[in-house]
């Protein structure tokens, strides 16, 4: 009798709910298509896009958007749910979290994680890229996955050191977008990592000498 083979799987850490898809979601659509299980991890609720309106409201808004947003690529998500504003603090006050992290990791065993890149000027993409890098120091797996780094806010990359992957997203590039107008409540504030988006995804795809592409940085 056979065992059945088990799927690749593969995980995309996201400090916001959106940044996967911004950073990403051409690859992650990719990766569905070919028969392997993605799964995006949302860390902060996101309440800081709007101060104005209940913390409860939002977060129930983002999170929904996600749902929509996956459901389009194909992917699955979870939920870190770690407050926008005291997000670093409350992570290492918390040590459950880190521990249910590795727990899902080792569990779930994936070729790949994505994360964020560590010259990203926001604050929480810095810190959910250096949590990224001691979880990977923690894992108790062999092999360790592969970790890679994508872009939202810097518009410039000089980690010309690390290898680079690119990944035509052509074919899938229609269906990124789609799961970006999933994202109704951050209209505003996904106007420049549009722009940037598809400054860069021409930019990549003429390298790889396609339309579209992503490019990420090995840094594991």
Known sequence: MQLAKRKESILVFSAHSDDFVLGAGGTIANYVTEGKKVRAIIFTRGEMSH???KEKFIFKVRSK????????????????????????GDYRKNPKVEKELL??????????????SPEDPHPLHKEVHKITLELYDKL???PKPEVYTYSIWNPLSFKTDYPQLYVNVTKN????LK??????????HIAYPMINLFLHSLKYGFKIRTWFGERFFRVK
């Not at 996956?70 to 670093?88: H, P, W, Y």
């Open 103 to 116: 727990e899902l990791i080792e569990r779930i065993r994936p070729s790949k994680i994505f994360t964020h």
């Open 140 to 142: 108790k797996i062999s």
């Open 179 to 188: 799961a970006l107008n999933t994202f109704r409540s951050q209209k505003i």
């Open 51 to 53: 101060p104005w309106l």
């Open 173 to 176: 590039f229609g269906l990124k």
């Open 65 to 88: 958007e996600t749902v929509e947003a996956c459901k389009v690529l194909g992917c699955e998500t979870s939920q870190v749910d770690l407050k926008e504003a005291s997000f670093a």
